[in-house]
C-alpha cells in the first residue's frame, strides 16, 4: 500500500450508474497519470446504483490497485459524493472531474504545471459547451451573472467541479462544516492563490445524464445564491417598501380624485389585481425566508454529511472522521 505522503494525485470521480463510462475513463486518463507522476490514485465515490457500476470498478482495482472505491449507505448526490471523496483523498494535489470524459483528461497536464508552479487552485474553464442547449447555457449564463453581483466571494464563469486543489485547500474545505456541497463556492471561500486553464467541454461519450440538465443547473445556481448571500432577503424587504410606497402614492391619487369630484377611472378589476399581486409578492418573500430557514434547520442538525458503506484501497489511518460501516482492504 503506498503511504500518504508519497500520493502526489488525487483524482476524485463522483459516480452514479456509470458501468460504461468507468471502463472509458480509465483508459484515458490512466497514460496520462502515468505520464505525470509515479505516484497517484483514482478516488470512484460512488453513490449505490442499480447497475453494475460497483462491480465495473472493483474489477478495474484488481487490475490497478491504484483504483478505490468508497461507497455510501444511501445516495447523498453527486456534491456531497465529491465532498466525500475529498476526505478520504490521500494526494498532495487533489483533481475533481466527471467521469463521462466531458471533462477531457488531456487538460490535467496544463493544471498540473500550474499546481507545481505554485498555485493553490487551477480550475478549468469552460471556453465552449457542445451538446448543451440553449437553455441551459442561458440559466448558466444568467446564473454566474447573478451570483457574482450578489454574492461574496465570487465564482469565475464557465468554472464547474472541474478543477485542481492543493492539499492545504482540500485541508481547509473538509474542516467547513456546511452541508449544502456546493464545491465551487467553498473553494471560493477557502481562498489561496487561483488560477484557470481553458478548455472545449466535448459531449458526453456514453449513457445519459443523471440529472435534469435544465432544472439541475438552475437548482444548483439557486443554491449557491441562497448559501452564499443574503441579498434575496434585502430584496424582499426592498420590494415590500416598494409596494407600500406605490399603495400610499395610490391612495394619495384616489383622495385627490374624491376631493376634485372627478370619476374614478378604475373598480373592481383593479383592487383584484391589486390583492393577487400583493398575495404573490407575500408569498414569494414568505418562500424566500423558508429556503433561509431550511438550510439553518439542516445545518443545526449537524448529522454526518455522509456514512460510508464499503471504502475499498484504504488505510484505516486515512479515516477523516466521517461515520462509516465497513472497510475493505
Given at each position: 500500500m503506498i503511504e500518504r505522503d508519497t500520493i502526489e494525485l488525487s483524482i476524485v470521480v463522483p459516480v452514479f450508474r456509470e458501468q460504461d463510462n468507468v471502463p472509458l475513463f480509465l483508459s484515458r486518463v490512466v497514460p496520462i497519470l502515468e505520464g505525470l507522476t509515479r505516484s497517484f490514485e483514482i478516488i470512484f465515490a460512488l453513490d449505490p446504483s442499480p447497475d453494475q457500476t460497483e462491480a465495473v470498478i472493483l474489477?478495474?482495482?484488481?487490475?490497478?490497485?491504484?483504483?478505490?472505491?468508497?461507497?455510501f449507505s444511501r445516495r447523498v448526490g453527486q456534491p456531497m459524493a465529491t465532498l466525500g471523496g475529498l476526505q478520504y483523498s490521500q494526494g498532495n494535489a487533489v483533481i475533481v472531474m466527471d467521469v463521462d470524459l466531458q471533462d477531457p483528461p488531456e487538460v490535467l497536464p496544463d493544471m498540473v504545471t500550474r499546481w507545481r508552479e505554485g498555485?493553490?487552485?487551477?480550475?478549468?474553464?469552460?471556453?465552449?459547451?457542445?451538446?448543451?442547449?440553449?437553455?441551459?447555457?442561458?440559466?448558466?449564463?444568467?446564473?454566474?451573472?447573478?451570483?457574482?453581483?450578489?454574492?461574496?466571494?465570487?465564482?469565475?464563469?464557465?468554472?464547474?467541479?472541474?478543477?485542481?486543489?492543493?492539499?492545504?485547500?482540500?485541508?481547509?474545505?473538509?474542516?467547513?462544516?456546511?452541508?449544502?456541497?456546493?464545491?465551487?463556492?467553498?473553494?471560493?471561500?477557502?481562498?489561496f492563490r487561483q488560477t484557470t486553464v481553458q478548455f472545449d467541454r466535448p459531449p458526453r461519450r456514453?449513457?445519459?445524464?443523471?440529472?435534469?440538465?435544465?432544472?439541475?443547473?438552475?437548482?444548483?445556481?439557486f443554491?449557491?445564491?441562497?448559501?452564499?448571500?443574503?441579498?434575496?432577503?434585502?430584496?424582499?424587504?426592498?420590494?415590500?417598501?416598494?409596494?407600500?410606497?406605490?399603495?400610499?402614492?395610490?391612495?394619495?391619487?384616489?383622495?385627490?380624485?374624491?376631493?376634485?369630484?372627478?370619476?374614478?377611472?378604475?373598480?373592481?378589476?383593479?383592487?383584484?389585481?391589486?390583492?393577487?399581486?400583493?398575495?404573490?409578492?407575500?408569498?414569494?418573500?414568505?418562500?424566500?425566508?423558508?429556503?433561509?430557514?431550511?438550510?439553518?434547520?439542516?445545518?443545526?442538525?449537524?448529522?454526518?454529511?455522509?456514512?460510508?458503506?464499503?471504502?475499498?484501497?484504504f488505510e484505516p489511518a486515512a479515516n477523516p472522521g466521517e461515520q462509516r460501516t465497513g472497510t475493505d482492504a
Amino acid at each position: 500500500m503506498i503511504e500518504r505522503d508519497t500520493i502526489e494525485l488525487s483524482i476524485v470521480v463522483p459516480v452514479f450508474r456509470e458501468q460504461d463510462n468507468v471502463p472509458l475513463f480509465l483508459s484515458r486518463v490512466v497514460p496520462i497519470l502515468e505520464g505525470l507522476t509515479r505516484s497517484f490514485e483514482i478516488i470512484f465515490a460512488l453513490d449505490p446504483s442499480p447497475d453494475q457500476t460497483e462491480a465495473v470498478i472493483l474489477d478495474a482495482r484488481k487490475a490497478d490497485p491504484r483504483v478505490k472505491l468508497l461507497k455510501f449507505s444511501r445516495r447523498v448526490g453527486q456534491p456531497m459524493a465529491t465532498l466525500g471523496g475529498l476526505q478520504y483523498s490521500q494526494g498532495n494535489a487533489v483533481i475533481v472531474m466527471d467521469v463521462d470524459l466531458q471533462d477531457p483528461p488531456e487538460v490535467l497536464p496544463d493544471m498540473v504545471t500550474r499546481w507545481r508552479e505554485g498555485w493553490d487552485v487551477v480550475m478549468a474553464q469552460r471556453r465552449s459547451r457542445d451538446g448543451d442547449t440553449l437553455a441551459k447555457r442561458l440559466v448558466n449564463r444568467v446564473g454566474y451573472a447573478i451570483i457574482n453581483r450578489i454574492a461574496n466571494p465570487p465564482i469565475p464563469q464557465n468554472t464547474g467541479d472541474f478543477r485542481l486543489m492543493s492539499r492545504r485547500v482540500v485541508n481547509e474545505l473538509n474542516r467547513l462544516k456546511e452541508c449544502h456541497g456546493f464545491l465551487r463556492g467553498l473553494v471560493a471561500i477557502v481562498g489561496f492563490r487561483q488560477t484557470t486553464v481553458q478548455f472545449d467541454r466535448p459531449p458526453r461519450r456514453a449513457g445519459q445524464t443523471n440529472y435534469n440538465p435544465f432544472w439541475g443547473s438552475l437548482r444548483i445556481g439557486f443554491n449557491g445564491i441562497i448559501c452564499f448571500s443574503s441579498y434575496l432577503l434585502t430584496l424582499s424587504s426592498q420590494l415590500g417598501f416598494l409596494i407600500a410606497g406605490f399603495s400610499f402614492l395610490l391612495m394619495a391619487i384616489y383622495l385627490f380624485y374624491k376631493l376634485m369630484g372627478w370619476e374614478i377611472l378604475w373598480g373592481n378589476p383593479t383592487v383584484v389585481i391589486l390583492i393577487s399581486f400583493l398575495g404573490g409578492v407575500q408569498l414569494i418573500s414568505v418562500g424566500i425566508l423558508g429556503e433561509y430557514i431550511a438550510r439553518i434547520y439542516e445545518e443545526v442538525k449537524e448529522r454526518p454529511r455522509f456514512i460510508i458503506d464499503r471504502a475499498v484501497g484504504f488505510e484505516p489511518a486515512a479515516n477523516p472522521g466521517e461515520q462509516r460501516t465497513g472497510t475493505d482492504a
